[in-house]
T-cell receptor
């Protein structure tokens, strides 16, 4: 099992550019989520999904879109990147007892 | 979900038990206490969780007070590899959102 994988590991964008962060899991977990982590702080929930075709907003959803067409994949789209979106992004998947498995993260810099 | 309070940092000598406290005075009856840790900006790693009974696994023990307003994570024989930020989180089964505070930075010293 690869667990939770994220691509790319690093990304630099210019203000206004768009991009998609990829997340995939091979554990057949029903639930997936995206977090961002700013320096010295805990994780903040962006969006989450409770199954294919079902997504909902978390604490900080503005500027981000998600979709869940399959159980395995949960991409995060930045619509028009802003410097305030410079952060480390983590994807997680979990089972009903909420033991979350995290990917290695994507380090995004917006200039 | 209930909020948690943790000390910002702690030290522990290698080989000794590390005891990390967490206050969650507003926890409700159906909310679990979860502990995760994050080593050097890697993705967080699940450690243990519990409702009201004490729990133990291969990584740690979780002691929850009888009134459930606080808990302690115990790493029985800390090693240098246990240096990390430790997060205490509470949530209920019907809520998919976890509220993460700043955690406790645990430094294990040789």
């Amino acid at each position: 099992n690869a667990g939770v994988t994220q691509t790319p590991k690093f990304q630099v964008l210019k203000t206004g550019q768009s991009m998609t962060l990829q997340c995939a899991q091979d554990m057949n977990h029903e639930y997936m989520s995206w977090y961002r982590q700013d320096p010295g702080m805990g994780l903040r929930l962006i969006h989450y999904s409770v199954g294919a075709g079902i997504t909902d907003q978390g604490e900080v959803p503005n500027g981000y879109n998600v979709s869940r067409s399959t159980t395995e994949d949960f991409p995060l789209r930045l619509l028009s990147a802003a410097p305030s979106q410079t952060s480390v992004y983590f994807c997680a998947s979990w089972t009903v007892n909420n033991e979350q498995f995290f990917g290695p993260g994507t380090r995004l810099t917006v200039l | 979900d209930a909020k948690t309070t943790q000390p910002p940092s702690m030290d522990c000598a290698e080989g000794r038990a590390a005891n990390l406290p967490c206050n969650h005075s507003t926890i409700s009856g159906n909310e679990y206490v979860y502990w995760y840790r994050q080593i050097h900006s890697q993705g967080p790693q699940y450690i243990i969780h519990g409702l009201k009974n004490n729990e133990t696994n291969e990584m740690a023990s979780l002691i929850i007070t009888e009134d459930r307003k606080s808990s302690t994570l115990i790493l029985p024989h800390a090693t240098l590899r246990d240096t990390a930020v430790y997060y205490c989180i509470v949530r209920g089964d019907s809520n998919y959102q976890l509220i993460w505070g700043a955690g406790t930075k645990l430094i294990i010293k040789p």
